[in-house]
C-alpha cells in the first residue's frame, strides 16, 4: 500500500522569504500523481500543484514550485515570496496512475504541515 | 470557489442518529469521491462514484452508505453514529473517472456527534 509521509508537523517563514515543505512517499508502482494542497483556515481545500511522474521537469505555479526526486520518492514544496494569505495547512497527497483496481483514482493524504508566515 | 456544493455545512447530531450529507459536482463531472478527516486518522478517501456507479471504494464503514442520482448530486449517509464520526466530510468531483483528472474538493460538511 502507498503511503505518504510529511515530517514537518509546523513551519513558520517571515513574510517575502521562502519556505520549503517536504513530503515523501512509498510505492512499488512507477506511474501516478502527486499534489499539494491547501487547508486554510476556511477548511476548503484548494489545489496548489500538481506533478506527474513521468515528467522530470518540476511543475511551477507562480511562486510555487515542486522538487521532485522519484528515485527518492521525495516531492517537496517550495514557496517564495511567501505572503499572509499562505498561511495554511499544506498536504501532499499521491495517487495511482492505475486505471483499475478497487484504489483507483483516490488521493492518500500525508497528516499536512501547518504554516505560519510572519509578518 | 471550486464550484462543488456541501449542504450542510454544519451538522449536530447524537449517537445512534442517521443523517445524510449533499454534495453537487462542478458542472459538468461525473465522477464524485467522498473523503473524511478526523483529527486521529487524518485524511481518508471513503468512496467513488461515476456516472451513478460505485467506482471505488476505501475505508468507508458498513454504516455508511452513499449514492449518486442522475442528476449527478450525490449523498452520503451515516447511521448508528458514533462519537467517533465527528469529523469533516469532503466531497470533491472531477471531470471522468480517470486518475489524470484532477480533483476539485467542495467546502465540506462540520458533523459533530454528541
Known amino acids: 500500500a502507498q503511503t505518504v509521509t510529511q515530517s514537518q508537523p509546523e513551519m513558520s517563514v517571515q513574510e517575502a522569504e521562502t519556505v520549503t515543505l517536504s513530503c515523501t512517499y512509498d510505492t512499488s508502482e512507477s506511474d501516478y500523481y502527486l499534489f499539494w494542497y491547501k487547508q486554510p483556515p476556511s477548511r476548503q481545500m484548494i489545489l496548489v500543484i500538481r506533478q506527474e511522474a513521468y515528467k522530470q521537469q518540476n511543475a511551477t505555479e507562480n511562486r510555487f514550485s515542486v522538487n521532485f526526486q522519484k528515485a527518492a520518492k521525495s516531492f517537496s514544496l517550495k514557496i517564495s515570496d511567501s505572503q499572509l494569505g499562505d498561511a495554511a495547512m499544506y498536504f501532499c497527497a499521491y495517487r495511482s496512475a492505475r486505471n483499475y483496481g478497487g484504489s483507483q483514482g483516490n488521493l492518500i493524504f500525508g497528516k499536512g504541515t501547518k504554516l505560519s508566515v510572519k509578518p | 470557489d471550486s464550484g462543488v456544493t456541501q449542504t450542510p455545512k454544519h451538522l449536530i447530531t447524537a449517537t445512534g442518529q442517521r443523517v445524510t450529507l449533499r454534495c453537487s459536482p462542478r458542472?459538468?463531472?461525473?465522477?464524485v469521491y467522498w473523503y473524511q478527516q478526523s483529527l486521529d486518522q487524518g485524511l481518508q478517501f471513503l468512496i467513488q462514484y461515476y456516472n451513478g456507479e460505485e467506482r471505488a471504494k476505501g475505508n468507508i464503514l458498513e454504516r455508511f452508505s452513499a449514492q449518486q442520482f442522475p442528476d449527478l448530486h450525490s449523498e452520503l449517509n451515516l447511521s448508528s453514529l458514533e462519537l467517533g464520526d465527528s469529523a469533516l466530510y469532503f466531497c470533491a468531483s472531477s471531470v471522468l473517472a480517470a486518475t489524470t483528472d484532477t480533483q476539485y474538493f467542495g467546502p465540506g460538511t462540520r458533523l459533530t456527534v454528541l
Open positions: 458542472s459538468g463531472d461525473l465522477s
